[in-house]
């Protein structure tokens, strides 16, 4: 009774074969990594965390559960970015308090302050609209 090929094998190139070696040397079909021995359950952990893999060659339970796995790098770059949108959001939302700070950083001479100011007095954007100031 001959063992039939486990799933992880659709996503691998066997690249050589040895009739000595248990395990044949495996490259990866999407991140091009190579394995010496090719272990079913070393190559479906590296589908998992393969960036480059579709989710059909991940596990199901990565699948289901992607949120927990993602690197620590892509997390740090998913934290800054809802950082920045929650600061943006709360800034358009208390316009006065924003133009306080371009108002403070235009007096120290800060040229794209100065050009945030002058819009913000050209449109009325916290302030009345006053074109002269604009201008300056």
Same mark, same amino acid.
């Given at each position: 009774?001959?063992? +039939?090929?486990? !799933?992880?094998?659709?996503?691998?190139?066997?690249?050589?074969?040895?009739?000595?070696?248990?395990?044949?040397?495996? !490259?990866?079909?999407?991140?091009?990594?190579?394995?010496?021995? %090719?272990?079913?359950?070393?190559?479906?952990?590296? *589908?998992?965390?393969? *960036?480059? %893999?579709?989710?059909?060659?991940? #596990?199901?339970?990565?699948?289901?559960?992607?949120? #927990? @796995?993602?690197?620590?790098?892509?997390?740090? #770059? =998913?934290?800054? *970015?809802?950082?920045?949108?929650?600061? *943006? %959001?709360?800034?358009? =939302? #208390?316009?006065?308090?924003?133009? !306080?700070?371009? !108002?403070? =950083?235009?007096?120290?001479?800060?040229?794209?302050?100065?050009?945030?100011? +002058?819009?913000?007095?050209? @449109? +009325?954007? +916290?302030?009345?609209?006053?074109? @002269?100031?604009?201008?300056?």
């Amino acid at each position: 009774m001959e063992r +039939g090929k486990k !799933q992880v094998w659709k996503h691998w190139i066997v690249i050589k074969k040895d009739k000595d070696k248990k395990y044949p040397r495996a !490259q990866c079909n999407y991140c091009h990594k190579e394995f010496e021995r %090719a272990i079913p359950k070393r190559m479906q952990k590296h *589908l998992n965390k393969c *960036l480059d %893999a579709p989710d059909n060659a991940k #596990s199901p339970e990565i699948r289901h559960n992607y949120g #927990s @796995y993602i690197n620590e790098k892509e997390q740090k #770059s =998913s934290r800054l *970015l809802l950082n920045k949108a929650l600061t *943006l %959001a709360e800034m358009l =939302s #208390s316009y006065p308090f924003a133009v !306080q700070w371009y !108002q403070k =950083s235009a007096e120290n001479g800060n040229v794209f302050a100065q050009y945030f100011l +002058g819009i913000c007095y050209e @449109y +009325g954007d +916290g302030y009345e609209k006053d074109e @002269y100031k604009a201008f300056e």
